[in-house]
């Protein structure tokens, strides 16, 4: 069998989600070829897949000893980084991989990302723009420029990347809940739950626009609302901080400090304070204080 047939069964093993069975048999195909790159590349996949960072790391770095011009691994590298969001890191590599392969869709689109994680919004829309140069009409760069210009207060140009997706595609449910939260941002809280309510109706299990439109309803004292859809939020995805964050606010506002404080550590033990500011640590601070 060559070497592509192996690979492609070790694919099919992973598309099965079978990761154990595919390491094992990447694992023996290394054994066969152990100065190819592919294969250590596939199985750092696979241990990504399973949250084992440390022997994903290994397998691209050691595909990287084989062939150091391997915008692959860089590209996966990158990938692993942004997962565990270390995006410093992330733009280190994608830049690796863009400088060997400059013209990749992928990696530029991945670059916005990275831009954009690190706040970087003018860089991210300048990327942005190097894409839609190129394609117009790219979905998911329209919707990484949007986030850029509503990060920046430049709501009117958010809106009408947002509109341009749902022309392309009338079912984006992303971008419902990004004009969601631009609206929210501007003060228009009517329209913005009109749009949080489209982006539920078009993708009941996808929990952001839960969450936004919670805190709108926390915002206006609508506490009971606010904590029905934030509950829902964390049954769809009970990894989210400033999801935790924001039900330990309905909590504070219900007087019911206990379980405030519980999500605020949990907001803090997931990252909160490193991914946004130190609200998650002075509302814990202030809650311990009484």
């Known amino acids: 069998m060559e070497l592509y047939e192996k690979l492609e069964k070790a694919n099919e093993l992973i598309d099965s989600e079978e990761y154990q069975n595919a390491i094992e048999y990447l694992t023996g195909v290394i054994t066969e070829h152990p100065d ?48 565990f969001k270390d995006f410093n890191t992330a733009r280190e ?46 979905i998911f760069a329209l919707n990484t420029r949007g986030m850029n210009y509503m990060s920046l207060n430049e709501f009117d140009k958010a809106l009408a990347d947002f509109n341009r997706v749902l022309i392309e595609n009338p079912q984006n449910f992303a971008a419902y809940n990004f004009i969601g939260l631009t609206y929210s941002k501007n003060g228009q809280s009517e329209k913005a739950y009109n749009y949080f309510k489209q982006a539920m ?44 964050k924001n039900r330990a606010l309905i909590y504070i506002a219900l007087d019911n400090s206990e379980d405030a404080l519980a999500d605020l550590l949990k907001a803090k033990e997931l990252g909160y304070t490193a991914d946004y500011d130190n609200e998650v640590d002075d509302l814990i601070r202030k809650i311990n204080k009484e």
């Open 36 to 83: 190819e790159e592919d294969a250590l590349i596939t199985r750092g996949n696979v241990y990504c897949c399973i949250n084992e960072r440390e022997k994903a790391l290994d397998d691209y770095n050691a595909a990287l000893l084989i062939n150091n011009d391997s915008d692959l691994a860089y590209w996966y590298l990158a990938q692993m980084n942004m997962q």
């Open 93 to 138: 590599n994608i830049l690796a991989a863009l400088k060997i392969d400059p013209e990749n869709f992928n990696y530029f689109s991945d670059y916005a990302v990275i831009e954009q994680k690190l706040k970087n919004y003018k860089k991210s829309t300048e990327l942005c723009n190097s894409i839609l140069s190129k394609y117009p009409a790219d």
């Open 201 to 244: 109706k078009i993708h009941p299990e996808f929990s952001q626009p839960y969450i936004n439109i919670s805190y709108l309803y926390y915002k206006d004292n609508d506490f009971e609302s606010a904590l029905e859809h934030i509950n829902i939020a964390l049954e769809l995805d009970d990894t989210t901080s400033w999801a935790y």
